[in-house]
């Protein structure tokens, strides 16, 4: 194997295909990687995030043909929507891969030459049936196995001309017969499956690894990685007439993009630090690329397999899956123009259980926003800083320590207790990519600031300390009430930033406090007590303000 490190935490999404415009599909994908990179970065990692997209191929050459441009002119028109789109959702990924690019068509090349040089390419004649929208192969073992669960549930395996169908997506499949070099892909079955076995956690959820398990079990079956019938991919440069199959040149990207056959020391110097890479995110749907090819294809080549890939569910409208070619989507900037940037991320990640298919509607994205957003942890901010402006002149009040520490022994500290192991149980589940079980830690503090709010009641000690007697001490409560208010929700903050970057941010500038994007040590960063004294705190406009359905 190639001297590799595993300094850095490297993360990626697929990179999209440009046949179509990002969708809410590949924004949950990219929203679900970009809230893990954001948080190992707080966590202090020296992370790095990429995302990108898959330029090449024999379905993009049609659409280019269809709307009666070069390919490559087709693919400048739509990667520009892309960067847009993920910059608009505040996406925070450190590099834009397209394969188009020289640095990733050099590496694919060098790849290619790797692979043959070790004995794991020949030339042969593919005969066979091929999904143009997937860009899949499918053996005929594998239409055979369609047509007959496809029987058993009474669903349709072949057109009415009788035209076989896709046993992914369902459409049409076409007949190719082509001279094309091969991938010894059977060589590796013995190897993957030791590989699954050593890294139990290399396919996330349990449920997928079952699956990727018993389909290597099944055999694996020579792969067909180059095309001639059309000239849109990368060169094969031992082998005129060939490009690469689109999914191989594909799957490259995530070394080519991090320096892999670079003649630049500093670029592979990149390439020995960042990989193997932490966590590939893909959706269920291209589990068998990234868990199967993927890690042969490296094995082939003398490089190590990526530590871990993490597939999620698709996310359903009324019990179908989204996309675009069924006319079910909505656009993402469509959705974060009525619940904000923040509202959108929130519910994706909180409210579709990752690694399952989510159920996805309206009513319900109003339904958590207000529950959650608006009416908790909006409320709770507006509250505390309106309090604030009124009854300590807008500044994060001081206390003595002796009083602190009186005021706690005689009433207590809900909040300082909750916060105390708020940290391990947050990490833990943002560690676990477990978002709905971080977001409810945090929400649990939250809960409790809410009750806090009226359980000490601050505008009664607001008025026993305007009173005569007992002012002093009704002030130093009402101060104690308002710090840790305050100290709870710069704590939520820094939780909830990796998921609401924007609003995060906002609350840092209301309570006088500086970037929380660049906080590097997340658990110090929560330690209790970190909200100095005598900051200017501003109330400015509901964070969330309420959505009524009727009105959207
Ligand atoms: O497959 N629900 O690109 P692609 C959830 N270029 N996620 C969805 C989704 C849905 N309804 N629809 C799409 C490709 N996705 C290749 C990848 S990687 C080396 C090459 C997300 O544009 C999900 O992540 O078809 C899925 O795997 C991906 O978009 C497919 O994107």
């Known amino acids: 194997m190639a001297e590799t490190g595993a300094s850095s935490y490297y993360l990626t999404t697929p990179i999209y295909y440009v046949n179509g415009l990002p969708h809410l599909g590949t924004a949950y994908t990219t929203i679900v990687s970009d809230a893990l990179a954001r948080f190992e970065r707080m966590d202090g990692r020296d992370t790095w995030f990429l995302t990108g997209l898959d330029e090449h191929g024999q379905k993009v050459a049609q659409a280019a043909q269809a709307a009666g441009v070069t390919p490559q002119e087709w693919v400048d028109g739509i990667a520009p929507q892309f960067v847009d789109a993920w910059q608009a959702l505040d996406i925070s990924n450190d590099d834009f891969i397209r394969t188009t690019e020289q640095r990733h068509v050099q590496g694919v090349q060098r790849f290619f030459e790797e692979m043959r040089a070790n004995g794991y390419i020949y030339q042969d004649t593919y005969e066979g049936f091929y999904c143009l929208p997937d860009e899949t192969f499918f053996t005929d073992e594998q239409l055979a196995e369609f047509a007959e669960s496809a029987a058993a549930e009474g669903r349709p395996h072949a057109a009415e001309d009788g035209a076989k169908l896709c046993p992914d997506c369902g459409r049409p499949l076409s007949f190719i017969q082509e001279d094309n070099l ?3 892909l059977s060589a590796f079955q013995d190897r993957l499956l030791a590989y699954y076995e050593e890294n139990p956690d290399f396919i996330c959820p349990p449920i997928r690894r079952n699956e990727v398990v018993s ?6 079956k020579d792969l067909s990685v180059s095309r001639t019938a059309f000239d849109w991919g990368v060169p094969i440069p031992f082998a005129p007439g060939h490009v690469s199959y689109v999914w191989v040149d594909a799957l490259i990207n995530y070394i080519t993009a991090v320096g892999y056959g670079s003649d630049d020391p500093a670029k592979q110097a990149e390439f020995a630090r960042r990989w193997p890479c932490q966590v590939h995110f893909v959706g269920k749907d291209i589990i068998r690329f990234h868990c199967v090819i993927w890690p042969a294809m490296l094995m082939a080549a003398g490089i190590e397999p990526p530590r871990k890939v993490f597939a999620h569910g698709f996310l359903l409208t009324k019990g179908e899956k989204m996309s675009k070619s069924r006319g079910n989507a909505t656009s993402p900037l469509e959705l974060a ?19 399952a298919d989510g159920a996805i509607s309206l009513e319900r994205m109003v339904q958590v926003y207000n529950a959650d957003l608006a009416n908790s942890w909006g409320n709770l901010c507006s509250r505390a800083f309106n309090m604030t402006s009124k009854y300590t002149g807008g500044v994060v009040p001081d206390l003595w320590e002796k009083t602190v520490t009186a005021l706690t022994r005689e009433r207590g500290n809900p909040l300082a207790e909750l916060a105390e192991g708020l940290y391990e149980r947050y990490a833990r589940a943002m560690n676990a990519i477990d978002y709905s079980g971080a977001l409810a830690a945090v929400m649990e503090l939250c809960d409790r600031a809410n009750l806090y709010v009226e359980e000490s009641a601050p505008w ?3 008025k026993a300390a305007a009173a005569e007697a007992g002012g002093a001490d009704a002030a130093d409560r009402l101060a104690f009430v308002l710090y840790n208010l305050l100290e709870s929700i710069r704590i939520m ?5 990796p998921v609401m970057p924007a609003s995060s941010a906002e609350v840092f500038r209301r309570l006088g406090l500086g970037e929380v994007s660049c906080v590097d040590d997340l658990e110090g960063a929560l330690r209790w007590g970190g909200l100095p004294a005598g900051n200017r705190v501003t109330v400015g406009e509901p964070l969330f303000p309420r959505l009524k359905e009727d009105e959207l």
């Open 460 to 462: 009664n000690l607001a």
């Open 182 to 184: 091969f991938f010894r």
């Open 215 to 220: 389909f290597v079990k099944g055999g694996l």
């Open 493 to 497: 903050a820094l939780c909830f930033a």
């Open 337 to 355: 123009r009525i619940f904000s940037v923040d509202g959108y991320r929130y519910y994706f990640l909180t409210d579709v259980q990752l690694g």
